[in-house]
């Protein structure tokens, strides 16, 4: 699970094609038949690219007969979400209040 910004997961997310997967599963389940109809993708490469989002703590998996069902995590992307906002608030407090370090 993500519980506090990590350079891993924001590299997970930086792949074009992941965040797309992400935006996908934002909406709904998805099996990878579903996501290669979706993405254009070829289906080993989209399952490479699951795997990395699942490794990173963003994506579930729910097997279902034959096929495997990806959700998004959205308590991973929520803390996420948080961290980066803290990480703003305190960069326009830092701002507003004129702070730097003197060399």
């Given at each position: 699970m993500v519980t506090s910004v990590d350079g891993d997961?924001?590299?997970?997310?930086?792949?074009?094609?992941?965040?797309?997967?992400?935006?996908?599963?934002?909406?709904?389940?998805?099996?990878?038949?579903?996501?290669?109809?979706?993405?254009?993708?070829?289906?080993?490469?989209?399952?490479?690219?699951?795997?990395?989002?699942?490794?990173?703590g963003l994506v579930d998996t729910e097997p279902c007969g034959r096929f495997t069902y990806y959700s998004l995590r959205p308590e991973a992307i929520a803390a996420l979400a948080a961290e980066l906002a803290g990480l703003a608030a305190t960069a326009r407090e830092a701002s507003a209040a004129g702070r730097r370090r003197s060399c």
């Open positions: 997961v924001l590299k997970v997310l930086a792949d074009p094609l992941r965040m797309q997967i992400v935006r996908l599963l934002a909406r709904e389940a998805l099996c990878t038949t579903h996501l290669v109809e979706e993405t254009g993708a070829k289906q080993t490469n989209l399952s490479n690219h699951l795997r990395a989002l699942r490794d990173a």
